[in-house]
């Protein structure tokens, strides 16, 4: 198995999933902290195992492999500790089908043990530099619940701009959208 894909971000990684980091993703995503506002991220072990596997390690390297022109693709890297390799979070890009076009999504979360430490602000600054960097992608997109203060502010702090809000699933979202233009300056 090549070398992983891993954005350095100082203190954390990103780095692409392994079959290895299953086990840390289901107990992240079965924190009710994480749940709450990313259910669909909450699964069983098996389930899991079957998505990593067979979903997001293929769509990985897929994206990977098409850069610049990354289409509709989908990257999703772990969070992890440099000094430890601790897997803590994950930070993820792809397309929110709510949203009008263009609509690549940047979404995240990180374990109840690691918050209010700057790492998932770390995380979202160095992908939507790789982001804007290395693709075709012109803008980026966040929705976040009102009531995720902690997620609203990690994405303000990466220059993010409210735009309005957006109704998913029955839900009020913040729609938030940082263009590459505006990011450059």
Same mark, same amino acid.
């Given at each position: 198995?090549?070398? %992983?894909? $891993? ?5 954390? !990684? ?14 992240? $995503? ?7 506002? %990313? ?9 899991? +195992?079957?998505?990593? $596997? ?29 000094? $430890? ?54 803008? !980026? ?15 303000? /702090? ?13 839900? +009020? ?6 263009? /590459? ?5």
């Amino acid at each position: 198995m090549g070398e %992983l894909f $891993t954005i350095d971000c100082g203190e954390i !990684l990103l780095r692409e999933f392994r079959t290895e980091d299953v086990d840390a993703i289901y107990e992240l $995503t079965s924190q009710p902290e994480v749940y709450e506002f %990313l259910p669909d991220w909450r699964s069983t072990r098996e389930q899991r +195992l079957d998505w990593v $596997t067979n979903y997001e390690i293929p769509d990985n390297k897929e994206f990977l492999a098409n850069i610049p022109s990354i289409g509709e693709r989908w990257l999703k890297l772990g969070i992890f500790l440099k000094e $430890t390799n601790e897997f803590i979070g994950f930070c993820n890009t792809g397309i929110k089908d709510e949203l009008s076009e263009p609509n690549r999504e940047v979404a995240y979360a990180i374990s109840k043990h690691y918050r209010n430490r700057g790492y998932t602000t770390q995380a979202v600054k160095e992908l939507v530099k790789f982001l804007f960097k290395n693709t075709d992608v012109k803008q !980026l997109n966040a929705v976040v619940l009102p009531r995720n203060v902690a997620s609203n502010k990690v994405i303000e /702090k990466c220059n993010f701009r409210l735009s309005g809000d957006v109704e998913i699933e029955n839900q +009020l979202h913040y729609h938030y959208i940082l263009d /590459k233009k505006e990011w450059m300056n």
